[in-house]
């Protein structure tokens, strides 16, 4: 054995000896519980049983980990022995449900050591920091041990399938390399924040056969990502679990110290991202048109110069960039990056590599700061007691202000390799884009309601359903057009007394406009009333409604309203048959 395969051994031993001296903290007791109901449910009742009867809400591929968990679990120790299953210092399955996280750990600072140790890799730097450093960087990182070892999360685990799945690229295989990587998105389902640059990338670096056969290769690992969905018919659940994370917290940040924790003065928690952030935009598609933005630069970086270097830096700033300017992110959704920059490093110059490392120090110490605050606010007697003590909401926004500086960083870094240029354009692109959204508003002085999307929403039967009617909720085969007594209308809500839905204005807004009616689905018990209310004080109450009345209308003067409240309450007779619409809603400017 060689000196430096000793040192390296001897580095990897003590990451893990590490790792496992926090194995006992309860972590973030609720992922931890998490893991304890769903893993069970797998391995009592199988993957699909569980998909169905549990409030699962990762994609299906880590259906198997979890799987892994149970059976395993099983072998030492009985899960339906309630007390000590469900204990919170249950040593036994927090080893289990951490290991994942910390051998993924292992794996990555493995591979930073082994690629960068090869005497010679096209693209690298003549010279560059030693692969024994790089690779500390990362297994040293108190961020990486915060995450997995006592948080108990598996974001390493995911970033792990990125790395393999790159390294593979540059070691000419694509077909696995993109097998490896959709199995990552299967598994992690930020890993989709990657796949249009990561196939641009192939497109670029190979060619477009290659891009082919790396599309066929994704298909397959698609399948076996999602096999026992596959097996029983059951697709539906795959689309679900794929997408159910999409609104599943409508905040401004949760707990990310990024863009909208400093719009929602550091309280993105309490605050939901339906307000409107910029005319009639809210803050959500704000985020995502901040985030085209980004990205769009991102691809032109990978389509310009499509080297190692550039593909690495379009990851961190893909991710990065999704942290930040997104509303509903998590605070350790920039996690990946504290992996990516160790493997940037030998691509760059001699002189960015010391100013990636400068920035690295420091992306490192604001994301764990966060991850800890994020930690500390639910559960404060696991989390790292020293930095706690510097938790307040300046702090927070302080250390959200270093993010975006950070970004904006690593944003110029990433220019400086094709030209200045180029955030010029993500910024003319993200100019348009908020012109479009707002055209109407502006051009037009009056907007569909539809346009906007209420800040919440509540009814006693069903869900909200736009420009369909309440029916429609329940799958594709009852989507029904909105109509009363079979006067149809392209535009409006279909609801269900008791209902309430409120929308954020931003006093943009000075009449409104609407029909109203029981829907033609309806039976004839329905009779309901309709109302308006602005900032609280009612506005419009209309008569009793009922089953065979024609569409009513009405128009209100809602000028310097913020708040607009549409409420649909039944006629003292019970909410059966109450199927009511608000039909072709109109905003005026």
């Not at 036994?92 to 994942?100: M, T």
């Not at 970033?159 to 799945?165: D, G, K, M, N, Y």
Request: with cysteine; hydrophobic share 50%; proline share 5%.
């Amino acid at each position: 054995m060689s000196k430096r395969t000793f040192q390296f051994l001897l580095i990897l031993s003590l990451a893990f000896i590490i790792r496992m001296m926090f194995v006992g903290n309860p972590g973030f007791e609720a992922d931890i519980s998490f893991w304890k109901s769903w893993s069970l449910a797998a391995a009592d009742h199988g993957i699909v049983w569980m998909a169905h009867n549990t409030n699962i809400n990762y994609p299906p591929a880590f259906s198997y980990v979890l799987y892994l968990m149970g059976i395993v679990y099983r072998i030492f120790a009985d899960p339906h022995n309630f007390n000590q299953y469900w204990y919170n210092h249950n040593y036994l399955f927090l080893i289990i449900a951490k290991l994942p996280a910390i051998l993924s750990d292992l794996a990555i600072g493995a591979l930073i050591y082994i690629f960068f140790s090869r005497k010679k890799f096209p693209f690298l730097s003549d010279h560059f920091p030693p692969p024994l450093f790089l690779a500390s960087l990362y297994l040293f990182n108190p961020v990486s041990i915060l995450d997995g070892a006592i948080w108990g999360q598996v974001d390493s685990f995911g970033v792990l399938f990125t790395i393999v799945a790159v390294i593979l690229l540059l070691n000419k295989k694509p077909g696995l390399a993109s097998f490896i990587f959709i199995i990552g998105a299967l598994t992690k389902l930020q890993n989709i924040i990657y796949i249009p640059v990561f196939y641009l990338f192939i497109l670029r670096f190979y060619n477009f056969e290659t891009l082919k056969k790396s599309i066929f290769w994704s298909f397959i690992a698609f399948l076996v990502g999602t096999f026992p969905f596959v097996l029983a018919k059951d697709l539906d659940t795959v689309l679900y679990l794929l997408t159910s994370n999409a609104d599943w917290f409508p905040l401004m940040s949760l707990n990310a110290h990024n863009l909208w924790w400093i719009v929602a003065g550091g309280r993105g928690m309490d605050v939901s991202d339906k307000l409107l952030a910029m005319g009639i935009i809210n803050a959500k598609t704000m985020g995502l048109i901040l985030f085209s933005g980004v990205y769009l630069f991102v691809m032109f970086l990978v389509w310009i110069k499509p080297k190692p270097g550039n593909f690495i830096l379009g990851l961190c700033l893909s991710v990065f960039g999704f942290f930040l300017f997104t509303t509903q992110s998590h605070e350790r959704y920039s996690f990946p990056i504290v992996a990516f920059l160790p493997f940037l490093i030998p691509f760059l110059s001699h002189k960015k590599q010391k100013f990636t490392l400068f920035l690295y120090f420091f992306l490192s110490l604001a994301i764990l700061y966060n991850i800890n605050t994020g930690f500390a606010l639910n559960y404060p007697t696991n989390a790292l007691p020293v930095l706690s003590l510097f938790i307040s909401i300046p702090a927070t926004i302080l250390s959200s202000i270093l993010h975006i500086i950070l970004f904006g960083t690593l944003f110029i870094l990433a220019a400086s390799e094709v030209s200045l240029f180029l955030p010029f354009i993500a910024a003319f692109f993200v100019m348009v884009a908020v012109s479009g959204k707002n055209f109407s508003y502006f051009v037009k002085k009056q907007i569909p309601l539809t346009s906007l999307w209420p800040t919440a929403a509540y009814q006693g039967y069903g869900s909200m359903q736009y420009n369909m009617s309440v029916n429609s909720y329940d799958k594709w085969k009852n989507w029904n057009f909105l109509s009363t007594q079979y006067y149809f209308y392209k535009k409006g809500i279909g609801t269900h007394a008791n209902s309430t839905i409120i929308y954020d204005l931003n006093k943009n807004f000075s009449k409104f406009s609407t029909d109203y009616g029981i829907d033609t689905e309806a039976g004839a018990a329905a009779s309901v009333y309709f109302k308006v209310y602005g900032d609280d004080k009612l506005l419009f109450t209309s008569p009793k409604v009922t089953k065979f009345d024609l569409p009513r209308h009405m128009e209100i003067n809602i000028k310097g309203v913020k708040k607009l409240q549409l409420d649909v309450t039944d006629a003292g007779d019970g909410i059966k048959d109450d199927h009511a619409d608000w039909l072709g809603p109109i905003l005026y400017k």
